[in-house]
């Protein structure tokens, strides 16, 4: 049977198959795995960012800092490996602390000063992009040997098709991502926060440790966008990056996951990205399509899955009320 | 009318406090911020620019105020601003004169307020949410009115409006003054506003008490459109062109931020326009500080950033509480009501 926490991801999935089959049916390469190897590898900084941003949605918050997260750790690395002979791995280690930190910090303020996610995310977007701005406001170029290394790494299709590293790292997140979200105790405190705050904290959930957990993973694995992202670039660029929070807010949505938080999964996200990997590579297939209507098929998609959201509450209150009669006669 | 004048005042003097000290931090760092000249017509002089340069988020916190006052966000006024912007643009370069586009922006800008509206009272969908979608989105649209090129143009009247003087004002200063008294006066001087703040404080009630909130709530972000399309002109008018990718560009952030150094609470309810203008002329004066004190710009995002934090801070129910317990603990000529706050800080410990 099909329950209707399901409906979402099935509907997600459906338009992924429906749209690869449609872009398919009108460029037969499109099915190689060429194609494919680049899908995952372009889209890998967003994705790794989306699984973190998969989790404060499910808790029913928001994280608008993920863009300029992701564009300091960028610069963090391009200065830190340009001014010091510190080893790439360290300053790795170095930019996810840091990031973590910074998320966790994020966390502490919600929950004890009780103030909209909204609004101290949106604080932590300007400190973050501040802060790449004070470190260097130009784009500065990496080159270390460990990069070329880290980058010559993949695994090649015999058919052309060339698995990157980041691409690896992309699909590993996910994979801890859905088992951190659906068989941890910590992934099941996500799920009640987002159900209700209030039931949660009498249910005894560690709310603290909760919120600031999840803002720390939304902080730590944009950090690890960060880093994929200069190893995409080899650079690191204090305007690189503006507007991914919302790439990463509409792909969570079209993966599925109700924005009012509670219902989701981490899965449902993984095709989101690729939906709009997808939409993307058509338009270059295309050729004659400009750039900018990937802004408005995103935001059509964003609108059509909002609805079907919607109309789904609807539907289940709906059915609530037949079955328990008079009780929901407010 | 002593008595509500005398609110008023209270009610912004947090906000003139701040703007002061603003200034006072202009002075120091350049000595001639106050003077202002009369030349060619026009006046001159810094304070005249940090009006001038505060139009076009003084004129979307307008809209964003009562949005916010019910309870709501408009995240979408930036990319509205890029949309009326090339519709004006489109139009005067097509031949026709500055009403027509400035009428055509403003129509747009409509349009998108009520798809926002609807939206939010209709579909019942969270206001971050909903405009979420015209964020998203809105700036492919501008960029195909513009047909993915900066639209520039040379109609004498439309750059009139963002570069012009009227009496020796520049125009944007008396736009947002204008719009800003208003708005003001309409939501003041008749229920309107009262209404509102019904809305933002508990939506449901309000209805059970007989007001139209989907009508209400429809027309608040109709008003947020049509500011942030009028904004969207004048800054296209200012630098004679619309650039789909670049105007407007955060300006939805400044603005959120103007409301909220306002005083005004993001949870809804009770709001003061004129606060917020306040709100918009600081955030324009730690401009000009950065600007004039020859900091780097880059710290103007770092200073924003603790501006809100300081802000978030202040206006958090948890520290209010603190405060009130901190107080309610002290010396109290009652002695009956003081052990009762005790025993909860203890607990709280």
């Known amino acids: 049977m099909i329950r209707s926490t399901h409906l979402p991801l099935l509907v997600t999935l459906a338009t992924f198959v429906l749209a690869y089959a449609l872009c398919a049916s009108a460029y037969p390469s499109m099915l190689s795995t060429r194609v494919v190897a680049n899908l995952l590898t372009d889209n890998a900084f967003l994705g790794i960012a989306a699984v973190g941003m998969t989790f404060v949605i499910l808790s029913g918050g928001i994280d608008l800092s993920i863009g300029s997260v992701i564009a300091f750790t960028g610069v963090f690395l391009a200065v830190v490996l340009r001014d010091t002979s510190m080893h790439p791995l360290l300053a790795f280690a170095l930019a ?24 101290v995310t949106l604080a932590g977007m300007f400190l973050a992009r501040g802060a790449a701005y004070v470190l260097s406001t130009e784009s500065v170029p990496i080159t270390h040997e460990f990069y070329d290394v880290l980058q010559g790494l993949y695994w090649k299709d015999p058919s052309g098709g060339r698995f990157r590293l980041i691409g690896g790292i992309m699909v590993l997140t996910f994979l801890v991502g859905i088992l951190v979200a659906h068989r941890t105790r910590f992934g099941q405190n996500v799920y009640a926060l987002g159900g209700g705050g209030q039931t949660a904290k009498l249910m005894g959930l560690p709310l603290a440790s909760t919120t600031i957990g999840i803002y720390a993973i939304s902080g730590g694995l944009a950090g690890l966008s960060g880093i994929v992202f200069s190893l995409y670039t080899s ?16 792909a969570v949505v079209i993966g599925g996951t109700l924005l009012t938080g509670g219902y989701g999964y981490v899965a449902g996200t993984f095709f989101g990205i690729l ?4 939409i993307q590579t058509y338009i270059v297939f295309d050729g004659t399509l400009s750039s900018w209507w990937t802004k408005i098929v995103i935001g059509g998609l964003l609108f ?27 | 009318m002593i008595g509500p004048k005398h609110s008023t005042f209270k009610r912004i003097l947090p906000q003139l406090l701040i703007l002061a000290a603003a200034l006072a931090i202009n002075l120091v760092v350049f000595p001639d911020f106050f003077d202002i000249d009369f030349r060619n017509g026009r006046l001159f002089g810094n304070l005249i620019d ?19 006052a019910t309870r709501g966000i408009d995240l979408s006024v930036g990319a509205v601003m890029a949309i009326a912007g090339a519709t004006s643009a489109a139009v005067v370069v097509e031949g026709h004169g500055w009403v027509t586009a400035l009428l055509a922006g403003l129509g747009a800008g409509a349009l998108c307020g009520l798809w926002n509206g609807i939206l939010v009272a209709v579909l019942k969908i969270q206001p971050i949410v909903a405009t979420l979608v015209l964020m998203v989105a809105g700036r492919g649209v501008a960029q195909l ?20 003087v009227v009496a020796g004002v520049p125009t944007p200063i008396l736009v947002w003054m204008a719009l800003g008294a208003l708005v003001i006066f309409v939501v003041r001087r008749t229920a309107l506003g009262m209404l509102i703040e019904a809305i933002g404080i508990n939506e449901r009630s309000s209805r059970l008490a007989g007001i139209n909130s989907r009508v209400l709530l429809i027309s608040v972000y109709l008003v947020s459109g049509l500011c942030a399309a009028l904004a969207g002109v004048i800054v296209a008018a200012d630098i004679k062109g619309a650039d789909a990718n670049n105007a407007g560009l955060w300006l939805e952030l400044d603005a959120i ?3 909220v150094i306002g005083g005004n609470s993001l949870l809804g309810g009770r709001f003061s326009i004129l606060a917020s203008l306040i709100g918009a002329l600081i955030i324009q004066s730690v401009n000009s500080v950065i600007l004039l004190s ?12 603790l501006l809100i934090l300081a802000i978030l801070v202040i206006q958090s129910p948890r520290i209010s509480t603190l405060v009130y317990m901190l107080r309610a603990s002290g010396p109290q000529p009652q002695p009956d009501t003081a052990p009762l706050p005790k025993t909860q800080k203890e607990e709280a410990q």
Request: glycine share 10%; hydrophobic share 55%; charged share 10%.
């Open chain 1, 96 to 119: 996810l602390m840091i990031t973590t930190a910074f998320g966790a910090a994020m966390g502490a303020l919600i929950h004890y000063l009780e103030m909209p996610p909204f609004i």
């Open chain 1, 235 to 250: 650079a690191g660029y204090s305007l690189a990056t503006v507007g991914v929070e919302l790439d990463a807010i509409a």
């Open chain 1, 275 to 278: 939906i709009m990997g997808l």
């Open chain 1, 304 to 330: 059509a899955f909002i609805v079907l959201q919607k109309g789904l509450t609807w539907a289940t209150q709906a059915r609530r009320r037949t079955t328990t009669g008079s009780a929901a006669h407010s």
């Open chain 2, 50 to 68: 940090v009006l001038n340069r505060a139009a076009p988020v003084a004129i979307l916190c307008v809209g964003m105020t009562l949005v916010i």
């Open chain 2, 145 to 164: 009115i513009t047909e993915g090129k900066i639209l520039t143009f040379s109609n004498e009247g439309l750059i009139h409006l963002g570069a012009g």
């Open chain 2, 257 to 259: 931020l103007a409301v």
């Open chain 2, 294 to 305: 020859g900091m780097p710009p880059e710290f103007n995002l770092v200073i924003k950033a």
